[in-house]
């Protein structure tokens, strides 16, 4: 079964810094993988999605942007953070096309300030 | 488009009692409806689904949800609730005839607290 590795779990940045996130999976090749954003403990927005290496699609127009350099890792970065960017980010995965269901990690809880 | 919704932000039951957490959903077509649990400051897992068959689907931790197409209804339920129950719970849904979980939509999120 697959494994999803995020990192760092918690991170504190100031407005105006930039951002990476890492996720890397295990167990599963060529997965597809998804950025969702929780904001306020609740509700889940996806940000981004990937169908493989150098392929990204972006859901909402949006401060951050996301690559995979490879078929397992998954980055979501920013140059220049905003307060609105703060939230608990949480990378997913699925098998492959029209595969349910997806497999979370563990999250990572960003704060601007 | 589809959409689901989960009428209660919070669900508070005693432990030992049966708990239900509502979910309703739109989508075209048929469904492919899951619910995930979610416990503080970590991602959510999932607990079972429906695609087709049986309208009662069990999952993990002793959870099962009734699929009901004529209510457009998926709620999930469990016989007795243990204190370790207490979390988020999402309902999502995708229609089957999409081709990719990117489709996928979540609800809300209903919080449930079992009370020892």
Same mark, same amino acid.
């Given at each position: 079964?697959?494994?999803?590795?995020?990192?760092?779990?918690?991170?504190?940045? #100031?407005?105006?810094?930039?951002?990476?996130? %890492?996720?890397?999976? %295990?167990?599963?090749?060529?997965?597809?993988?998804?950025?969702? =954003?929780?904001?306020?403990? =609740?509700? !889940?927005?996806? !940000?981004?999605?990937?169908? /493989?290496?150098?392929?990204?699609?972006?859901?909402?127009?949006?401060?951050?942007?996301?690559? =995979?350099?490879?078929?397992?890792?998954?980055?979501?970065?920013? *140059? *220049?953070?905003?307060?609105?960017?703060?939230?608990?980010?949480?990378?997913?995965?699925? #098998? /492959?096309?029209?595969?349910?269901?997806?497999?979370?990690?563990?999250?990572? =809880?960003?704060?601007?300030? | 488009?589809?959409?689901?919704?989960?009428?209660?932000?919070?669900?508070?039951?005693?432990?030992?009692?049966?708990?239900?957490?509502?979910?309703?959903? @739109?989508?075209?077509?048929?469904?492919?409806?899951?619910?995930?649990?979610?416990?503080?400051?970590?991602?959510?897992? &999932?607990?079972?689904?429906?695609?087709?068959?049986?309208?009662?689907?069990?999952?993990?931790? +002793? &959870?099962?949800?009734?699929?009901?197409?004529?209510?457009?209804? &998926?709620?999930?339920?469990?016989? @007795?609730?243990?204190?370790?129950?207490?979390?988020?719970? &999402?309902?999502?849904?995708?229609?089957?005839?999409?081709? @990719?979980?990117?489709?996928?939509?979540? +609800? @809300?999120?209903?919080?449930?607290?079992?009370?020892?």
């Amino acid at each position: 079964s697959q494994t999803i590795h995020q990192w760092p779990a918690t991170l504190v940045q #100031p407005v105006g810094s930039p951002l990476s996130l %890492e996720c890397t999976v %295990e167990g599963t090749s060529n997965p597809n993988l998804y950025w969702y =954003r929780q904001a306020a403990g =609740r509700g !889940l927005q996806l !940000l981004f999605y990937s169908v /493989g290496i150098g392929q990204i699609s972006s859901e909402v127009p949006q401060n951050l942007s996301a690559s =995979r350099p490879q078929d397992r890792q998954f980055i979501l970065s920013s *140059k *220049k953070l905003l307060l609105s960017d703060s939230g608990f980010y949480l990378c997913a995965c699925s #098998p /492959g096309q029209g595969a349910p269901p997806l497999h979370f990690g563990n999250g990572t =809880r960003l704060t601007v300030t | 488009a589809q959409s689901v919704a989960q009428p209660e932000d919070q669900v508070n039951v005693a432990e030992g009692n049966p708990l239900t957490v509502k979910c309703t959903y @739109s989508v075209s077509g048929n469904p492919y409806l899951f619910w995930y649990v979610q416990y503080p400051n970590r991602g959510l897992q &999932f607990l079972l689904k429906y695609i087709t068959g049986d309208n009662l689907v069990k999952g993990s931790y +002793g &959870f099962e949800a009734e699929f009901n197409k004529s209510q457009t209804s &998926f709620h999930l339920k469990k016989p @007795s609730a243990l204190v370790s129950d207490s979390a988020l719970y &999402f309902c999502a849904v995708r229609a089957y005839s999409s081709g @990719s979980a990117r489709q996928l939509t979540f +609800g @809300s999120g209903t919080q449930l607290t079992v009370l020892p």
